[in-house]
Structures are given as C-alpha cells and as structure tokens.
C-alpha cells in the first residue's frame, strides 16, 4: 500500500518519482481494468473544497502524486515528511519512455486541434519506438462522448493522456475510465500544450527555486485570477487542523 496523507481533505500519495513510475508500470502491466492518475495542485485542492464531483475524481484515483511546490510544503509541513515534487509533466514524460520502452500504445487526448498531433509527432521523435496510436483534440460536444471513448478503444490504447484542464479532465475520466480498455488513464492539463512546444515550460533554474508558478504567470497573466488560489491555499494550510 502506497502511504497516503491528507491536506484540506484531499488524499496525496507519498511517493517519489522513482516510485510513482514504477507504480505506473504496475498499472500497466495489470489490464483487468483502467486506473487512474491525478496530480494535485494547490489550485486543484483548493478547486476540490466547493467541486464535489472533483473532490470525487480524486478520492477515486488510484494514485494522486503531489505536483506543484505547495501541495509538497503542505505534506511536509502538516507531516514532517521529506516529501519531493511528482510534477505531472515529469511523470508523463517518464511513462511515455517507459511505454516506448515496452511496447505500450499511447493515446493523446485534449488540447486546441493539431496540438495532440505535434505533441505525438514531437513524442515519438524523443521517445524512439513510441507508438501514439491515436489523437483527439479537446473540444468536444457531449453528444461527441462516446465516440471519443470508441476511438479511443479502437486505437488499442494502453495509456491515455487526457489535457482539458481542472477540472474537466478529471470529471471526463471520472464518467468513462470504466468503459475503456486501456490500463492507465492520466489527466495531464497543460501537458500536450508544452509537448507540441505551444507553451513554454519554466526552465529549470526556475523549477528549482520553485517559481514555476511565476513562469506560468508571467507567461500565461490571464491565469492571474485562477492563482489566487494559491495564497488562500497557505492560508487554509496554515490555519488547518492536522
Ligand atoms: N482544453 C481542452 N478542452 C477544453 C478546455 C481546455 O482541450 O474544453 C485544453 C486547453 O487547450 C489546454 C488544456 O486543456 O491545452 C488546459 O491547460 P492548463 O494549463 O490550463 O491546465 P490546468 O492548469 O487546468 O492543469
């Protein structure tokens, strides 16, 4: 059992990069059905406080690793853990080696349209013997659902990366992980974005003073409104009970 901690309610699993891909490798070899993986934020817990179908999603998933700086000060803060960042894009980056490495079939789903089909084309020139099986970009009407899920089967797919944001992604993977045949389903928000090379990802020097909140404000300044979310995060951490 992987160890899980609580903060505002959201259950995070306590592992670290290494483990979190093995984790997955397990999912993957396991196909009796499609596990899911989250990656909280401080934006997402904080979302999960008035969204109950995403405080759902999460209870559900079956690893939730700790992205973002703030949801590893929380953990160790409230639990005096030396806990490190599982950053989703890491973590997807890490899978898709691993599944050109083994022969998985990867599916790209979300993003503007031709955003998925730069992403694969990008991923299988980094990933020599990657196969993406199949692309969908991520506007969609309801009524387009179920043919999503059909080609998503079709395409024989092992591992799904699903980017239409917080909470959309989760809500969506929520609704039809049971109806696909693959064996791990990840919502990757921004991910096909950086992967087609639309949006840039801080670099390194930034990640590692933790500001790339910053880089994606800086970036991204629409976004001002949404990491509000941040302060009022600390602010519930500080203010919780353990
Ligand atoms: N998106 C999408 N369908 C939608 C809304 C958004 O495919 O209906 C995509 C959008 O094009 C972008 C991603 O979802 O590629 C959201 O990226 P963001 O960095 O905002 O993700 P978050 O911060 O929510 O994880």
Redesign the pocket.
Known sequence: MIPKKEILGVGIHTLHMDEAVDTAADFLLKSDKCRVIATANP?MIMMAQDDPSLAHALREADLVVPDGVGAVWALNRQYGLQQTRVAGFDLTQNILALSAKKGYRVFFF???PG?AMTAKENAEAKYPGLAVCGVR???FAESEEEDIVRMINDAKADFVLV????P??ENWITRHKDKLNASLIIGV??T??VMAGV?QRAPKWMQEAKLEWLFRLLCQPKRFLRMLALPRFVLAVLCAKK
């Open positions: 934006e979300g993003g503007a955003v970009d991520g506007f980017a239409l944001g917080v959309k992604q928000g921004g096909l974005d949006v």
